[in-house]
């Protein structure tokens, strides 16, 4: 069994910067790709970024492109997801996943195996 744990949430105002956190515990023994996602009120929810483990390669939604970085730490079994120039439509309850092998694109919420509870980000205008 595997938990994902989300942190770093919580209220920044327009143009501010937030930093996510998301450590996986329990029997972690391998790590395909971690990724983020996203799901504002009344809305589905949204592919935000992911990064692939062995290789580093990250990808972004074009919502987020040049103002969100995804990252990781390996030894820490941590992601992290750094949020620039945040703007108020990025108000959404942000989840961390996790696959421990390639079971479809990454973009997709069925790709992966493992989901955090989720972290508020709300962004004032």
């Known amino acids: 069994q595997v938990q994902l744990v989300e942190s770093g949430g919580g209220l920044v105002q327009a143009g501010g910067s937030l930093r996510l956190s998301c450590t996986a515990s329990?029997?972690?023994?391998?790590?395909?790709?971690m990724g983020w996602f996203r799901q504002a009120a009344g809305k589905e929810r949204e592919f935000v970024a992911a990064?692939?483990?062995?290789?580093?390669?990250?990808s972004t939604a074009d919502s987020v492109k040049g103002r969100f970085v995804i990252s990781k730490d390996s030894a820490k079994n941590t992601v992290y997801l750094q949020m620039n120039s945040l703007k108020p439509e990025d108000t959404a309850v942000y989840s961390c996943?996790?696959?421990?092998?390639?079971?479809?694109?990454?973009?997709?919420?069925?790709?992966?195996?493992?989901w955090g509870q989720g972290t508020q980000v709300t962004v004032s205008s």
């Open positions: 329990g029997r972690t023994f391998s790590t395909y790709a």
């Open positions: 990064i692939r483990w062995s290789s580093g390669i990250t």
């Open positions: 996943a996790m696959v421990t092998s390639w079971r479809g694109a990454l973009t997709t919420p069925t790709a992966y195996d493992y």
